[in-house]
């Protein structure tokens, strides 16, 4: 994965009012933590920042940290966001090795197409959207892709079915369904519908 470098003013006031004006000239306030430092209050482009965590990494972007001159390795994480603009109103930063394994929540991403599913007017549920790995930073992957082709109505894919990539684990229990294929309402309805014909057609008819 390779290091996105962002730019952060350090030395900047707290508070509730120097944040918003901070936020006014387009700026984003956050801290810098981990690894034994104090926390360090620090502010950072609001465009970059977006930029940042707009790559296929998304959230889990390698950020190389300059502040003040000095690098630090580190992970955006919790998030402030604007409830009616989405915007990122504050972030934290970790700082991180290259060598330690760290906890990430990766998107899950369903690729192929149930055919089988579809033609028995079954639905593709997914209780699990993201998925906690634990990887060193380079090795966090950017999807989790789980191929649905080959599923039928009743069929799970499940944490343990998942081939995870070199590198990355996750603690997560390996019965958790990740994807289901169920029958839909309608289809239920129809089953029914149809083993009630069929009965009906079975029995005997009346004085025969």
Do not use: C, W
Not at 16 to 42: C, K, N, T
Not at 128 to 134: A, D, E, G, K
Not at 169 to 181: C, G, K, N, R
Request: no cysteine; charged share 20%.
């Amino acid at each position: 994965m390779a290091e996105i470098t962002l730019t952060a003013e350090a030395g900047r006031q707290t508070g509730s009012r120097p944040s918003g004006r901070m936020r006014v000239a387009g700026r984003v306030p956050g801290v810098v933590y981990g690894h034994g430092i104090e926390p360090l209050a620090v502010s950072v482009d609001g465009r970059e920042l977006r930029a940042a965590l707009s790559t296929p990494a998304g959230l889990n972007a390698l950020l190389s940290l300059d502040v003040g001159g000095h690098a630090h390795l580190t992970l955006a994480r919790e998030l402030q966001r604007h409830p009616v603009r989405n915007t990122v109103t504050h972030v934290d930063f970790q700082i991180v090795r290259r060598d330690e394994v760290v906890s990430a929540d990766v998107p899950v991403v369903l690729v192929g197409e149930a055919l089988q599913v579809s033609q028995n007017r079954g639905v593709i549920e997914q209780p699990i959207t993201s998925l906690t790995v634990h990887a060193i930073p380079s090795r966090i992957p950017n999807t989790i892709e789980v191929d649905v082709t080959e599923l039928v109505v009743g069929q799970a894919i499940r944490i343990g079915d998942l081939v995870l990539p070199e590198g990355v684990s996750t603690e997560l229990d390996p019965d958790d369904a990740v994807v289901l294929a169920q029958g839909s309402a309608a289809s239920e309805a129809a089953s029914g519908a149809e083993g009630a014909e069929a009965a009906e057609a079975a029995e005997p008819a009346e004085g025969s």
